[in-house]
């Protein structure tokens, strides 16, 4: 075998762009779907102030909007909540496999694994078709029947991992009362669903986030809906993006008393770490998604929002202090695990949940990304 010696990196052609780490700043696309402005706390789903639909709005009404471009009138969000009941019912082989599955797979496995390869095989089980060979009808279709299985197969395969028979979907609730449902099995409050119901909604769409822009990456190539939003799932379960907020439970739990915060967070950051739940890509001040949550955190009360309060307070002088350069705050991610963990969700089901709404988000975009017939292929220095 012919070997050369490793050059030192590469020239770039001189008609190259030489993209910045990260890709931060480099517009990739376009999109009507959502915006996000740091510097200016500016968060839209296409003409309406997200935080705003966040407060008013249910999720299925934010889905609708997505999807097709207008919030519904009463009729519509009749029919749209029939095509979403309709979408997370399973054909029978499906489920088999999946109880086969759920045999095969060790207690231990992440729930986020298992989502993936649960939805993976859901692909395969309805016989889904790449994109490139669908009818934006038909295109239409698999984007709400896959995004629609992600809370009935997330919580199918929690339940299963405790040992316990799932329970599906009830059609007299609506898609978040759903969700608590499918997961603990009881009726949730009202309380709980309104809390829950901003989260998701929060949480749809964030702009040209790492998981929104994989799953484009797939749809540019045409593939099926389910494999855009599977890949989708790997980019959101790492800790920097949507694997943070059980992380952030976990420095409360360590945090444990007020007092106790800003030692903490200055041990933190004198070792290097990050601290989880602070910090983003985007907003370099207030996220306004935290401030929301906060906000229903604080309604839902208790000694955990308490806590959490008092800790954000501390940690940003701590971040102050030791990161005079940058301001780092609360993001989404510190006050989503509190409202969580309220409204009766399991900690490792954090993730999951967020998956659930951000699934929503990855479909319309694979809609969007369908429509561009121009495959991404970016190049790399060598
Ligand atoms: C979200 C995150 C990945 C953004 O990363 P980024 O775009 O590289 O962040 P920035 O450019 O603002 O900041 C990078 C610098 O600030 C520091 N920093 C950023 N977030 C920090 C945090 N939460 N704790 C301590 N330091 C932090 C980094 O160490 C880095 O320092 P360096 O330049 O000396 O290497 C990052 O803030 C982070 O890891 N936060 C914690 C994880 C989290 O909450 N993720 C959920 C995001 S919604």
């Known amino acids: 075998m012919t070997t050369v010696a490793t050059p030192a990196l590469s020239t770039p052609p001189p008609e190259a762009l030489v993209a910045p780490p990260g890709l931060a700043g480099v517009i990739v696309a376009t999109t009507a779907l959502s915006d996000v402005r740091g510097q200016e706390g500016f968060y839209h789903y296409r003409q309406y102030d997200a935080v705003d639909l966040a407060r008013s709005c249910s999720i299925e009404e934010v889905w609708h909007l997505l999807l097709r471009g207008h919030l519904p009138d009463p009729d519509e ?3 749209f909540r029939a095509t979403i009941a309709d979408g997370q019912l399973l054909p029978d082989e499906v489920v088999q496999a999946l109880d086969g599955l759920a045999a095969d797979t060790p207690p231990a496995t992440n729930p986020m694994t298992r989502l993936r390869t649960a939805l993976s095989m859901l692909g395969g089980g309805l016989g889904l078709q790449p994109v490139w060979d669908l009818t934006p009808e038909q295109r239409e279709r698999d984007a709400i029947r896959v995004a629609a299985q ?15 028979d799932p329970v599906g979907p009830r059609p007299d609730l609506g898609y978040t009362a759903n969700h608590l449902w499918m997961i603990t099995g009881e009726e949730p409050t009202d309380e709980h669903v309104m809390a829950l119901e901003r989260y998701l909604c929060l949480t749809v769409d964030h702009g040209f986030n790492a998981s929104t822009f994989t799953a484009r990456v797939v749809a540019s190539t045409g593939a099926d ?18 694997g943070a907020p059980s992380r952030a439970l976990d420095s409360l739990d360590a945090i444990g ?5 800003r030692p903490w967070a200055d041990a933190q950051l004198a070792a290097g770490n990050r601290i989880m739940g602070f910090g983003h890509a985007i907003y370099r001040g207030k996220d306004p998604r935290s401030e929301l949550l906060r906000e229903t955190a604080e309604e839902l009360g208790g000694p955990l929002a308490d806590l959490a309060v008092a ?3 501390a940690i940003d ?6 990161r005079p350069d940058r301001t780092l705050r ?38 969007e990304q369908a429509r561009d017939r121009k495959i991404i292929r970016p190049s790399a220095r060598y």
């Open 257 to 261: 008393t007020p007092d106790n915060a």
């Open 225 to 242: 809906v389910a494999a855009g939003v599977v890949a989708a799932l790997g980019a959101l379960s790492g800790p920097l993006h949507g």
């Open 317 to 322: 002088d701590a971040l102050d202090a030791a």
């Open 77 to 79: 969000l009749a029919a």
């Open 150 to 164: 992600v809370p009935v197969l997330t919580a199918a395969a929690y339940r299963r991992s405790q040992g316990l």
């Open 311 to 313: 800790a954000e307070r």
């Open 330 to 367: 609360a993001n989404v991610e510190f006050y989503a695990g509190v409202v969580m963990h309220e409204c009766g969700i399991p900690r490792e089901m954090f993730t999951p949940t967020f998956a659930v709404s951000r699934a929503m988000g990855w479909t319309a975009h694979i809609l």
